[in-house]
């Protein structure tokens, strides 16, 4: 029997998730381990547009599902029925196609589209497929799809500690691919980015999708409170279509900022940032703890879970960040004025920030999925 990381070329996985970029990015991670040790990976994700661009430029095998997210309303529930059924079949027949070794769900609507037809296969008779379904948890609070798909799985791993105890039974971290990682230090990166290497860089980022009200907020700051922006350069990240004439607005408050839809090169990003004014997606607090840069967290205020806020409470408790509940006004932008006055003011304390961030970093999580894996697919071998 093979140990865990030894490289194994004639085994296949499976890696279910999708619909953002904080879906698909621990997938691309954790296929770069396994792919290290000739393991080759197809991913089942939606039919949005991020999904395909980021997987494309890996060179990521991969196919698309009509999944839909869940919804009460009678329109969009009927939709997601759909989804679920067609996917659901879509899933199956891969599986009776390929003979993988096991599946790897990264949690999310997607992977609750396809559970029936996996599991589906996994009982047929006339399918190959009998390997273990892994689940990973990425965020604090689980939500309702993958409530549902730990029910089926054989194994449950989360990235973090969740709310709920005994949810899952091993922590790992949250794999994140090489792209996201700052290549070099806060220079090599400022530099590769075109900007003045001994200038305060603030990130700004709604994540793969962008956030309307982070725009709103930037613009906000640069009407009432320029003055904790001036001196300072800004990479804005947008979202598609988002800009909302964006640069016109840094370039009449006097602002130096590169305003981008998105940037595949995030690590460049995250490595060249005195601090960032972020949501609190799993993948993006992965990435903040990842490069151990300083931020002001604005969690997502419409989940009812308050999942973000969850997730961004061990980084703040730590000392490696700080919240600022968003409300889309102007005492938003006023708070998160005055922390950007007060860190980017105070070298020490964007130091202790960083570290702070750094002691949280589990840079061995993509191993150690794959490890799991691996590891489960040994046992369903025997």
């Excluded at 993958?146 to 922590?171: H, K, M, W």
């Excluded at 004014?277 to 993006?284: C, H, K, L, V, Y």
């Excluded at 973000?308 to 730590?318: G, I």
Aim: aromatic letters at 2%; a neutral charge.
């Amino acid at each position: 029997m093979n140990s865990p990381l030894e490289a194994d070329t004639d085994r296949r996985v499976l890696i279910v998730g999708g619909g953002s970029g904080g879906h698909i990015s621990p997938g691309l991670a954790v296929s770069e381990a396994l792919g290290t040790l000739g393991v080759s990976c197809h991913v089942l994700c939606s039919e949005r547009a991020i999904d395909s661009k980021m997987l494309q430029r890996e060179h990521a095998i991969f196919n698309t599902v009509p999944a839909r997210p869940f919804s009460r309303r009678p329109k969009h529930l009927i939709q997601c029925l759909r989804g679920i059924r067609r996917s659901s079949r879509q899933a199956r027949s891969l599986l009776e196609e390929i003979p993988f070794d096991s599946v790897l769900s990264l949690g999310g609507f997607v992977a609750a589209s396809v559970m029936p037809g996996i599991v589906a296969a996994r009982n047929s008779p006339h399918c190959g497929f009998s390997g273990p379904i892994v689940l990973l948890n990425l965020d604090r609070v689980p939500g309702r799809a993958n409530r549902r798909i730990a029910r089926q799985a054989d194994l449950v791993t989360s990235t973090v500690p969740t709310v709920e105890e005994g949810f899952a039974s091993s922590i790992t971290g949250l794999p994140i691919r090489r792209m996201a990682l700052a290549p070099g230090d806060q220079r090599h990166c400022r530099m590769a980015l075109g900007l003045d290497p001994e200038q305060d860089v603030v990130l700004v980022t709604g994540a793969s999708q962008g956030a309307s009200s982070l725009n709103r907020l930037m613009k906000r700051l640069m009407t009432s409170h320029a003055e904790s922006l001036r001196g300072h350069q800004v990479i804005h990240l947008t979202g598609h279509d988002q800009d909302d004439g964006l640069p016109d607005h840094y370039a009449k408050a006097g602002i130096d900022a590169r305003v981008l839809p998105f940037l595949d090169e995030m690590g460049l990003a995250w490595g060249a940032a005195s601090i960032a004014i972020s949501r609190a997606g799993a993948n993006s607090v992965g990435e903040i703890q990842a490069n151990a840069t300083p931020a002001i967290l604005l969690p997502y205020p419409h989940h009812r879970d308050e999942h973000q806020r969850f997730n961004a409470e061990p980084l703040v408790d730590a000392g490696g960040a700080c919240l600022v509940q968003d409300r889309d006004d102007d005492l938003t932008a006023s708070r998160v004025a005055d922390q950007l006055v007060k860190i980017l003011g105070d070298p020490d304390r964007k130091q202790h920030m960083s570290e702070a961030l750094a002691a949280q970093s589990r840079p061995d999580a993509a191993e150690a999925v794959a490890s799991l894996l691996l590891a489960a697919g040994n046992v369903h071998r025997l």
